[in-house]
């Protein structure tokens, strides 16, 4: 099984920018990895962000965008908030559609 | 409104059986897969399957074949997962979620496995 790797933890200021990242032990993230985006506060359910690489839900704050960036998938967040401090988790598909989870970033807003 | 609600939690003995369920309202229950995701305590996420209720076929991931078995109940929408042969590593919270780019969540159930 593929290994998906994400920065264990990240921190940004009130309003700055970040971007966090997912990468596969397999080589290059593509659009056909279909990668997804999630949020995750405590002792909650995740929430998905974002899906097929770029694509929001009606809920997702403008502030998140997804891209791919240097052969990986990664979540910009621009303007950071301190509601958006959270365990942040991408998604990976492969063949045989048998996604594999990210080891998740836990992204301080300080 | 679109909702998944899921059973309560268990306690269960090492190699005994659980069966959780996840039921769907609010659309129709044919028209969408649903993923299953666990969560160890204090750990990340990890998918487990996705089970489509209409041609009842089931993709799992590699380390969870033979161990899982997934079932539906059209009359009441309800999609069952059920994991054998527990140990202490299965200890987690179980979410279901549906396949409509994971759109919506299940509040998750919590499942302990101790002697």
């Known amino acids: 099984q593929a290994v998906v790797t994400q920065e264990p933890s990240l921190t940004v200021s009130p309003g700055g920018t970040v971007t966090l990242t997912c990468g596969s032990s397999t080589g290059a993230v593509t659009s056909g990895h279909y990668p997804y985006w999630f949020q995750q506060m405590p002792g909650q359910a995740p929430r998905t962000l974002i899906f097929?690489?770029?694509d929001k839900h009606s809920w997702t704050p403008a502030r998140f965008s997804g891209s791919l960036l240097g052969g990986k998938a990664a979540l910009t967040l621009s303007g950071a908030q301190p509601e958006d401090e959270a365990y942040y988790y991408c998604l990976l598909s492969y063949t045989g559609a048998r996604p594999v989870f990210g080891g998740g970033t836990k992204l301080t807003v300080l | 409104q679109v909702q998944l609600v899921q059973s309560g939690a268990e306690v269960k003995k090492p190699g005994a059986s659980v069966k959780l369920s996840c039921k769907a309202a609010g659309y129709t229950f044919n028209s969408y897969s649903m993923h299953w995701v666990r969560q160890a305590p204090g750990q990340g996420l990890e998918w487990m399957a996705i089970?489509?209720?209409?041609?009842?076929?089931?993709s799992y991931a590699q380390k969870f074949q033979g161990r899982v078995t997934m079932t539906r109940d059209t009359s009441t929408s309800t999609v069952y997962m059920e994991l054998s042969s527990l140990r202490s590593e299965d200890t987690a919270v179980y979410y279901c979620?549906?396949?409509?780019?994971?759109?919506?969540w299940g509040q998750g159930t919590t499942v302990t496995v101790s002697s």
């Open positions: 097929d690489t770029t």
């Open positions: 979620a549906r396949h409509n780019h994971m759109d919506v």
């Open positions: 089970f489509n209720p209409s041609g009842v076929s089931t």
